[in-house]
């Protein structure tokens, strides 16, 4: 069973060996393409990280830009020196729609206090990137990882969004207007390997060909309206909260 990885980052970033990460970010959320027959096969990799004396282990997949290895560059981007925090930002911004939707939620934490509406834009846009990744996959339990993954955005998004529902409401607004929830280049992989099916394909040394994780393509578009669809209805609770809020007043 994979479990939060807060608390031991540091173990996880030793592990993690050169070859298992890109240099760099953007190159390694384009990266993993497999074989020309089949792009999106994956041979998952299990890491086991002590969490100390007397507290056991935990396992993590990774391989291919799998769960572990998003939470081993998260690592890898929170030791960067606090004056670069603005460089840090701008490069996850700039490649949204290449990496994984993971790395929305760090920037969303990493500008919750300098602008906070944007920070709220980033999470919502990771959120539901997030939603349409672990969605299209087979294995049901990496939904588990819409909201472990938003977790990483911190406490500090949390209440800019329980005290700004304007906030709120506009990048939802944002998301379904520009249609951006779909708009992401990178694998769903990341996603998918939080499942139990990866994690026991990497247990077991198996390859998994594209269809052993994935849903067809051919499904994506209702895929697509259900989330669209979940969003919207979001939108409207939001809309009568404050209304009724505003109301009362």
């Known amino acids: 069973m994979q479990i939060s990885m807060m608390k031991f980052r540091s173990s996880l970033n030793r592990l993690l060996t050169a070859g298992m990460l890109a240099t760099g970010l953007v190159a390694a959320g384009a990266s993993a393409q497999d074989s020309a027959e089949d792009p999106n096969q994956r041979s998952p990799e299990l890491v086991v990280v002590p969490l100390g004396e ?13 769960w572990g290895d998003v939470l081993g560059l998260l690592n890898q981007l929170q ?5 670069r925090t603005i460089e840090v930002a701008q490069t996850l911004w700039t490649a949204r729609d290449e990496n994984p939707p993971f790395f929305l939620f760090e920037l969303a934490r990493l500008t919750a206090e300098s602008d906070p509406a944007f920070a709220v834009q980033a999470y919502f846009l990771g959120r539901s990137r997030t939603m349409y990744d672990a969605a299209r996959c087979l294995d049901s339990s990496a939904l588990d990882v819409i909201n472990e993954a938003s977790a990483y955005a911190g406490e500090e998004v949390v209440q800019v969004i329980a005290s700004r529902p304007e906030l709120t409401i506009a990048a939802i607004e944002q998301v379904i207007e520009s249609g951006s929830a779909f708009n992401s280049q990178a694998s769903p992989w990341w996603a998918c390997s939080f499942g139990t099916n990866a994690y026991y394909a990497a247990v077991n040394e198996q390859t998994l060909s594209g269809d052993e994780w994935l849903i067809v393509e051919s499904r994506w578009p209702s895929v697509q309206q259900r989330i669209s669809t979940n969003l919207q209805n979001n939108l409207t609770m939001m809309r009568d909260a404050v209304a009724a809020a505003t109301a009362s007043e």
């Open 79 to 83: 030791d960067q020196p606090s004056e």
């Open 54 to 66: 007397g507290e056991g282990e935990a396992h993590f997949v990774v391989g291919q830009m799998a």
